[in-house]
């Protein structure tokens, strides 16, 4: 396989696995409180993969104001305030 298609089956497993490993080593030191060193840990993580995928550019790009019909963004907004049942 190529490391292109290779990686986004890796990374999810990785994230978790590691997330995991800090989640257990924190909670011998630091018990219930171990969520906020998996939390930063899980989302750095996380922000670092869509990095390294989207770039600079990408990552900006995803914080720019909305281009489209307003229907659109009235319904995405809709959709998320659905609760889970």
Excluded at 8 to 34: D, K, Q, R, S, T
Excluded at 46 to 56: D, E, H, N, Q, T
Aim: charged content about 10%; overall charge positive.
């Amino acid at each position: 396989m190529k490391k292109e298609t290779l990686l986004p089956i890796i990374a999810p497993v990785c994230v978790i696995a590691f997330g995991a490993l800090i989640a257990y080593v924190f909670h011998l030191f630091i018990n219930e409180w171990a969520w906020v060193a998996l939390a930063l840990v899980y989302w750095g993580s996380s922000f670092l993969i869509a990095y390294k995928a989207l770039g600079k550019e990408g990552i900006a790009s995803l914080f720019q104001k909305p281009v489209g019909s307003k229907r659109w963004l009235i319904l995405s907004i809709v959709v998320g305030l659905i609760p889970p049942v």
